[in-house]
């Protein structure tokens, strides 16, 4: 029987914690549990949560520097997907049950509206950070992975913008999610040099796991006698 490791169970908090909002949401819709306007609860919802798991995502290096806790790089990764994952569904919600896939009220949205402008930016920026999150895609861009992996920063930040701008009276939610990012963002930056060298990995990447191996070989160490 294989023994179940922390790790197991690190990564199946994560996975109960990602498709609890899923289950819930299905749930609750078909079960007319999401009150007067089904549609609008569950767009906020996925919104709610896309932000959530990018918050989590972007925290993971400042907990792993100021806690010397490394197991919890392994789980970035999979924030980060799960980040995308509501990201993607709030943005169908909005496609297709908000709208009815009607491209030139739509596109009319995009352009009029400014939070719908910078929460599509945000999506945007996203898109490749997701499509390029696998070993083979860090193998095949080298260095340039890094720089394309830096566009969480402004995503993010557009991100809470969309949230601040879409909220018209109650803004205590998007001024708390702008606070964190701004925590996040600083622990980051201010972060010692000498101690980030030490630390063994220093990419701020959302969407990367823990260090792996990248297909180079060791030399035979060669025994004498």
Excluded: C
């Amino acid at each position: 029987m294989r023994k179940l490791t922390p790790d197991f169970w690190l990564k199946t908090s994560i996975w109960v914690l990602g498709l609890a909002p899923l289950g819930w949401g299905v749930w609750a819709f078909f079960s007319d549990g999401l009150g007067a306007n089904p549609v609008e609860a569950l767009l906020h919802a996925a919104g709610r949560w896309a932000l959530a798991f990018l918050l989590l995502g972007l925290a993971v290096t400042p907990v792993r520097r100021f806690t010397g806790w490394g197991r919890i790089i392994k789980v970035r990764r999979l924030l980060g997907i799960f980040a995308f994952f509501y990201a993607a569904t709030h943005l169908l919600v909005y496609l297709g049950l908000d709208q009815g896939f009607a491209w030139s009220f739509i596109l009319e949205d995009i352009v009029e509206r400014p939070f719908i402008t910078v929460g599509f930016a945000a999506f945007l920026l996203l898109l490749p950070l997701a499509g390029t999150s696998t070993r083979g895609w860090i193998r095949r861009l080298g260095r340039r992975w890094q720089l394309l992996h830096r566009l969480v920063y402004p995503a993010a930040g557009l991100a809470a913008l969309h949230f601040y701008w879409k909220v018209k009276a109650d803004t205590f939610w998007p001024l708390l999610v702008a606070a964190l990012l701004a925590v996040l963002l600083l622990a980051r930056v201010r972060w010692p040099t000498k101690k980030r060298a030490r630390d063994g990995h220093p990419s701020p990447a959302l969407f990367q796991g823990p260090p792996g191996r990248t297909g180079a070989r060791r030399a035979p160490v060669r025994r004498s006698g």
